[in-house]
């Protein structure tokens, strides 16, 4: 029983300092939007030019996240994450001094390389330093941290703004990460990654393990991962970006209503997030978990695209939607670290959380050029598209083996 708390005490300390950075990543990415505002009214640009710090943040972090996973694997993934964290505070706190909107620019693209080091460094950080038994509510809390980051960033910075001014916010805000990177670094004895793992365990790695990560990357089981983790960033991407339009313009609610569905979406995918930590603890085979999420979620937004529904039903089956989109995402994470051969998990996590960014980035491009050509319709039959092609790359994945 002692060594039982002690273990989870353990997991606690990891949780907590690898949650911490990992809450500040989305909190850095999602403070930046209600800057531009207050940007177009310091620099007088158009909107477009606003919309590139956002798009450059983006940018280099998908692009840097497949050579930082490799990085992470070879010389470990605590002094990265720690070297990350202080690269992006610092260039966020220095977004207070830009005397012009192209120098926040260069400050976006190094606030981005240093974000892409949360998912290939925390997720070789978790692996190796929490209890197996506890590790889909591991990975649970961990998404959960980022999620938390995000939804209090808005409220925060312009809460700052208003108490102080734009200037002195980022620089508050990324200061905190300069502190926070020195906090994980003072605490990091408890952090073990992959590669401070015995030299025993090392020798006991497979033959997959030691092949070229070209090879690894472009074999089928890591090709359908990348798809997989991109089709569900449209699906959320493209919920959290057009519904809104979508459901005013088909189904004639209200705006109120029509928000307030996205809302509830975002509530529950928060909420399944610690549901599906739970369930993947317990679930011995969890692309079962991951198809029952898709293929639900696809009869939702079928359902949408068929059927004009009043506000309530909308609100309560975006509930429904976002609970197994959250559900989803600790078994996805169960099902890479399942196949992920021993020194990879950096490049792996790296790799597959690059389809993230990609589908961050296409989604409301696509959707917005959808409802453009008075299509809104095809928003929900597209979603629907996305979520059954999800469930086709599980099964394939199954069929793969990609589970022990």
Not at 39 to 63: C, D, H, K, Q
Not at 100 to 127: C, K, M, Q, R, W
Not at 149 to 165: C, N, S, W
Request: charged share 10%.
């Amino acid at each position: 029983m002692e060594a039982t708390a002690s273990t989870v005490r353990h997991d606690t300390r990891v949780l907590s300092l690898i949650g911490s950075g990992h809450f500040l990543s989305h909190f850095y990415q999602l403070s930046l939007p209600p800057l531009l505002l207050v940007w177009r009214e310091e620099f007088g640009v158009s909107y477009a030019a606003l919309g590139m710090v956002i798009t450059l943040f983006a940018l280099s972090t998908g692009i840097t996240q497949i050579p930082i996973g490799m990085l992470v694997d070879r010389i470990g993934a605590r002094l990265i994450l720690v070297v990350g964290l202080i690269v992006e505070g610092l260039a966020v706190a220095a977004m207070g001094f830009a005397p012009t909107l192209e120098v926040i620019y260069v400050l976006a693209v190094i606030a981005g390389i240093g974000n892409s080091v949360f998912h290939p460094a925390d997720y070789a950080i978790l692996n190796s330093s929490v209890n197996a038994e506890r590790m889909g509510k591991a990975f649970s809390l961990h998404t959960f941290s980022g999620h938390l980051g995000g939804a209090l960033a808005p409220a925060t910075i312009i809460f700052l703004v208003a108490l102080f001014d734009w200037r002195s916010a980022v620089s508050i805000t990324g200061l905190t990460g300069v502190v926070c990177a020195v906090i994980i670094y003072s605490q990091g004895g408890i952090l073990r990654d992959e590669k401070s793992a015995s030299k025993s365990e090392k020798d006991a790695s497979t033959g997959e393990a030691s092949s070229s990560t070209a090879k690894l990357m472009l074999s089928p089981r890591m090709i359908l991962f990348f798809m997989f983790f991109m089709l569900a960033s449209l699906t959320s991407n493209g919920v959290s970006s057009f519904s809104v339009v979508a459901n005013v313009n088909i189904h004639e609610i209200t705006v109120v209503a029509a928000s307030s569905a996205l809302t509830a979406y975002l509530i529950a995918s928060t909420s399944g997030i610690l549901i599906g930590g739970y369930i993947a603890d317990r679930a011995k085979e969890h692309h079962n978990i991951a198809l029952i999420s898709f293929l639900g979620s696809a009869a939702v937004f079928v359902i949408f695209a068929l059927i004009k529904l009043p506000g309530v039903m909308i609100i309560s089956l975006f509930a429904f939607a976002g609970l197994l989109q959250g559900i989803l995402r600790p078994a996805r994470d169960m099902m890479v670290r399942a196949v992920a051969p021993k020194g990879t998990m950096g490049r792996i996590f790296g790799y597959v959380s690059t389809g993230i960014a990609l589908g961050s980035g296409l989604a409301p491009v696509a959707f917005g050029w959808i409802i453009d050509q008075n299509a809104t319709i095809w928003i929900f039959w597209l979603l629907a598209a996305f979520t059954i092609g999800g469930a086709a790359i599980v099964l394939a994945q199954k069929n793969l083996g990609t589970e022990r």
